[in-house]
């Protein structure tokens, strides 16, 4: 039994030493990192289809050359003002439009606009899994206060994404570490 326990623990350490290993090669040295919550909804005059509720994490790697590294993984969701506007059965999985879309931009430009710290780039933007909208541009702007600085973020999609997310940002907040 005290083997066992020994040779488990053994192989934990080694299991956790590679993890951390693996995850310093994976980011630059000197990247700084932020990382959110976005908790927004599409307005209703500017999507077809919408309201949706729009919900998710988000990352951003400030890499040492300048660039940027942005990911999101976003559900949506008709709101209840969809449902009741259009009739739909508050129940209902069809009517309810359950979708997911990842984000990523791996090359994005970084910018300082006023206070905030802005980055653009071409996206990779998947629908359930499935690329779509390719060639789409984004923004991500990284502002905060006086209080939390950073504390607010904000992604907008160019065209031609921004016909299903609309052109209008959602907003979120930066995790506080």
Do not use: C
């Not at 005059?45 to 309201?51: C, F, K, L």
């Not at 976003?74 to 129940?91: K, Q, R």
Request: proline share 6%; charged share 15%.
């Amino acid at each position: 039994m005290k083997i066992r326990i020994a040779l488990a623990s053994f192989v934990l350490a080694g299991l956790t030493g590679l993890a951390l290993v693996t995850n310093a090669l994976a980011d630059p040295p000197n990247a700084r990192k932020l990382s959110g919550v976005i908790n927004d909804f599409s307005p209703r005059s500017t999507v077809p289809t919408g309201p949706y509720v729009v919900n998710g994490l988000w990352s951003l790697k400030l890499l040492p050359n300048g660039k940027a590294e942005f990911t999101a993984s976003l559900t949506m969701v008709h709101s209840d003002l969809w449902i009741i506007e259009a009739g739909g059965d508050p129940e209902s999985q069809a009517d309810r439009n359950f979708h997911t879309h990842h984000v990523r931009v791996t090359d994005g430009q970084v910018s300082a606009v006023g206070s905030a710290l802005v980055v653009e780039g071409t996206a990779l933007v998947t629908s359930n899994g499935n690329q779509v909208f390719p060639g789409s541009t984004v923004r991500v702007e990284i502002s905060g206060g006086t209080a939390v600085s950073p504390s607010n973020m904000k992604l907008t999609f160019g065209a031609p994404a921004s016909s299903h997310f609309t052109g209008e940002p959602y907003e979120g907040v930066v995790v506080v570490r």
